[in-house]
């Protein structure tokens, strides 16, 4: 019995001492570099690849098959780009796309199946005003184009609506932004109309004129057109870049069926709800009409648009050049089939009945589209963490197990090793960061900006060593006999996997749907945990790291996929979010975040290999090469001509102020620059341009109301001054004439007045201390705000260039209408004018790499 019992002891001792000799037989040290290099080629030959994929352009011999057809619609973008800019009140968009458009249809109108569909086309004219963030928007005369087709056999009064405009920002041919959209949604109308597949509800193709400067249009078409009340549902398009793959960024709101429609109908998904709560947050300088469609129509849908290369948008280099037929199919192909899909859906009988929630949803590099309700990612997201809780206690019970030591000797190294985790995690986020904001504060924003691959040296390897370092360091110094080097470095995996559940459940708890990106590396970890403690893997030195490797495949291709999406999509606005904000930290922050996300369960994975510290050494390396290169080298210089260019907003300013009496009290020229990036001026100092005595209006803000500048908005503050002794000359006038004075009552005034000039203004109002602005003419049944000081209101017009005639009603206490009771200022934007030769010439002094956006305005100031 002894003897028994001493050959079991014998036994347990080889086990362990194999299991040790096993955990310390480490892989050689030259695969240190190869290791993280297998994961970056993992992510140029299959997340680049996939992101940039697009579908073969049909052309016109298959036009028979009743599928979309890129090259007809490349026609029609050729034409309708070919038209120049669209600006609002302009003879291109008012008269010239108008006419396009309505030539188009007429086309199709000839070519429609009459036993099948009814299509009626409406132009009309829209005016309103409506509040919009801190202003009022006051429009007059803008157009919409209306088709509705609707198939003989319907009887629904529930209509779908597909939405895009044609109008474009100043200086752009606008051939993505939207006139890509506008062609599409031609071709979609002209394929149902000329094809024998019918659908239950009529659809509505809206093709609006005025969104560009403030979403007009969409505002007019919601709330007056006659077919507005019957719209149940929308599908938005629009544009934040040229070229490339549509994004569906906005769903619902609390419709979540609709991306099931999505699912079941796109063919080339790319949607994801990180895209969805990253633009409602506000960070994004866009907006698009599906705000007015939810705000004022109450109706659901979604709000696709284009999002790649960002840096021609609202440019002159948006043409069609930058746009490849195999765009338009890819989009094409999707909007066709998911308008007939929606076309179909029982939920437009009753969209209020299918208000259940929301929706998470992502597709994975789009091959596969996946959705769930709100309520059941909750569940997901909880289980998912609950279910990691408990493997984790299984995984120490066995390592205690194997080891013969109490599960509490394991628990307390399992303590330390995730203090060591919640550490590298923190570094790796916050390593990019610093360098970002170092890099800010020697003025070297934007660095890679035309250089994207600059973006791996400065933030992703930063992040990789926060990751990587203090694990490492943990696994050279330690000195635990009792535990093999293989189960710590688990445990380090553990740590980082109760990280991450930790994570799920508070953003669950908060209400953040993107949580689900925590848990897709949480749930492969916990398949290959499973796997590894049903076999003996789990106990096997090293062995256990096969698994692993291959279950964080999926999970790191969709994070770095995802994380890759979204820094290309925000780079590009990093030239256009204006000079206060360091976008750099924006970057920096989703790379930090797709590192951690993408390479959080593999880089303690290099403490496997004999020298782990090589890893650390290559990518210190690397990181100085790309400091060095983006701080000392033009290939950190943030701009090229044509492709990265940057972003130059002035205005050649006239600023009159006129008196109570009317004397003319101060006249001044110059130009507003409101710099649209980090680097405001700076890179221009160096340049031909003349900035001599370029000042801040900061101190203009505390004298003059909105800092007697015609530049109404916020942006205003970080505004610069650039004085001219030359008097800027409008190009034609502008005129307030104060037609009528009437004393309502012993404490009440009204001043009417008429205003004529170009079609983009603006007015500032703000009565004096003892006055309130009572009532004014501008919206029905809504009067001025009393807490407001100052009110700002944007006035536009189409085609209707009639003068604005308007009342303003001012109370006050003591009845003495004869003193100053407020100043009225008028802004006027003589936009698509070069200005006079002086400002041309100035124009021209600009590098070629500078994109330049400006017009002459007039500023004036009258008391009443």
């Avoid at 919601?222 to 070229?243: E, R």
């Avoid at 409602?280 to 290369?309: E, H, M, V, W």
């Avoid at 009317?662 to 221009?684: A, C, H, I, M, P």
């Avoid at 200005?835 to 007039?858: E, R």
Wanted: with cysteine; aromatic share 14%; charged share 15%.
């Amino acid at each position: 019995m002894e003897d028994k019992e001493k050959l079991i002891s014998d036994k347990l001792t080889e086990d362990e001492e194999m299991v040790k000799t096993k955990a310390n037989e480490n892989i050689p040290w030259y695969f240190a570099s190869g290791f993280p290099l297998f994961w970056g080629l993992l992510f140029f030959a299959v997340v680049i690849p996939f992101f940039y994929r697009l579908p073969t352009a049909l052309t016109m011999e298959d036009a028979n098959k009743n599928v979309f057809i890129a090259e007809r619609a490349y026609k029609d973008l050729y034409t309708l780009s070919n038209i120049g800019n669209k600006l609002l009140g302009s003879m291109e968009n008012e008269i010239e796309a108008v006419n396009f458009i309505l030539k188009e249809l007429k086309k199709i109108k000839e070519d429609l199946l009459e036993d099948y569909f009814d299509m009626e086309i409406d132009l009309s004219q829209a005016s309103g005003a409506f509040s919009y963030y801190t202003r009022l928007n006051v429009y007059q005369g803008v157009q919409n184009i209306a088709v509705k087709l609707t198939p003989k056999t319907s009887t629904s009064e529930s209509y779908l609506l597909v939405n895009s405009h044609f109008d474009s920002k100043p200086a752009t041919p606008s051939a993505g932004d939207a006139g890509f959209m506008v062609v599409t949604m031609l071709e979609v109308l002209r394929v149902i109309a000329t094809t024998k597949q019918t659908f239950d509800h009529p659809i509505v193709f809206l093709f609006n004129g005025a969104e560009e400067v403030g979403l007009l249009a969409s505002h007019g078409f919601i709330t007056q057109h006659k077919w507005a009340p019957y719209c149940k549902a929308v599908v938005n398009l629009d544009a934040a870049g040229s070229g490339g793959r549509e994004v569906l960024f906005q769903s619902g709101p609390n419709h979540p069926w609709l991306v099931n429609y999505y699912k079941k109908y796109i063919k080339h998904p790319f949607a994801t709800t990180v895209a969805e709560e990253i633009f409602q947050s506000g960070i994004i300088p866009s907006d698009t009409d599906f705000r007015q469609f939810t705000t004022y129509g109450k109706i659901p849908g979604l709000d696709l648009a284009q999002c790649i290369n960002g840096f021609v948008y609202h440019t002159k280099y948006d043409t069609i050049d930058v746009i490849p037929r195999e765009s338009l199919q890819n989009t094409g192909d999707n909007i066709l089939s998911l308008v007939r899909g929606l076309s179909n859906a029982t939920e437009l009988y009753d969209t209020k009945a299918h208000q259940t929630g929301h929706a998470v949803y992502f597709d994975f590099l789009g091959i596969y589209f996946v959705n769930y309700s709100e309520a059941i990612g909750k569940f997901f997201n909880i289980s998912a963490a609950g279910a990691a809780f408990i493997l984790i206690y299984v995984s120490l019970w066995r390592m205690a197990d194997v080891s013969h030591v109490s599960i509490c000797h394991v628990a307390r190294w399992f303590i330390l090793v995730l203090v060591i985790q919640i550490i590298s995690f923190v570094l790796g986020l916050a390593l990019p960061l610093v360098v970002a904001h170092v890099f800010d504060n020697l003025g070297l924003s934007l660095t890679y900006y035309s250089t994207p691959l600059l973006v791996i040296g400065l933030y992703v390897c930063p992040s990789l060593i926060g990751l990587s370092l203090p694990i490492t360091v943990y696994c050279s110094l330690q000195r635990n006999d009792k535990i093999s080097n293989a189960y710590h470095v688990q445990l380090a995996l553990h740590g980082h996997a109760v990280i991450l559940a930790l994570l799920a459940i508070g953003l669950t708890i908060f209400g953040l749907r993107s949580s689900y990106i925590f848990v897709i590396p949480l749930i492969f970890y916990i398949l290959s945990l499973v796997l590894n403690l049903m076999t003996t893997l789990h106990d096997r030195g090293y062995a256990w790291t096969g698994l692993l490797k291959a279950s964080q495949i999926i999970p790191f291709v969709y994070s770095s996929y995802i994380f890759y999406i979204l820094i290309v999509v925000l780079t590009p606005m990093g030239g256009r979010s204006g000079s206060s904000s360091n976008w750099d930290l924006y970057i920096a922050a989703m790379a930090a975040a797709g590192t951690v996300l993408s390479f959080g369960f593999l880089m303690p994975l290099i403490n496997s290999l004999r020298r782990p510290s090589f890893v650390v050494l290559s990518l210190l390396v690397i990181t100085a090469l790309s400091m060095y290169l983006a701080s000392s080298t033009q290939i950190g210089f943030p701009y090229k001509q044509k492709t990265n260019g940057q972003r130059v907003s002035y205005l050649q300013v006239r600023n009159m102020f006129y008196e109570y009496d009317g004397t003319l009290s101060k006249d001044e020229s110059g130009y507003l620059f409101n710099f649209q990036d980090r680097l405001r001026e700076k890179v221009l100092l160096g340049s031909k341009v003349d900035l001599n005595g370029l000042v801040g209006i900061e101190s203009n803000c505390d004298t003059h109301m909105m800092c007697g500048m015609p530049v109404p908005g916020v942006s205003r503050l970080n505004s610069k001054w650039l004085p001219r002794s030359e008097p800027i000359m409008p190009p034609s006038l502008t005129t307030l004439d104060m037609v009528n004075k009437i004393i309502l009552n012993s404490t009440t005034v009204r001043f009417e007045f008429k205003l004529k000039g170009p079609s983009q203004m603006n007015l500032v109002i703000q009565p004096y201390e003892d006055v309130t602005l009572s009532n004014w003419s501008f919206t029905i049944n809504s009067k001025p705000t009393p807490s407001t000081i100052t009110y700002v209101i944007y006035f536009k017009y189409g085609i209707d260039n009639s003068p604005l005639n308007f009342f303003l009603e001012l109370s006050k206490p003591n009845g003495d209408f004869n003193v100053p009771l407020f100043q009225l200022g008028v802004s006027a934007h003589y936009i698509k004018d070069d200005g006079d030769a002086q400002s041309v010439k100035f124009a021209s002094s600009f590098p070629s790499y500078s994109i330049l956006d400006q017009w002459p305005a007039l500023y004036q100031r009258f008391i009443f």
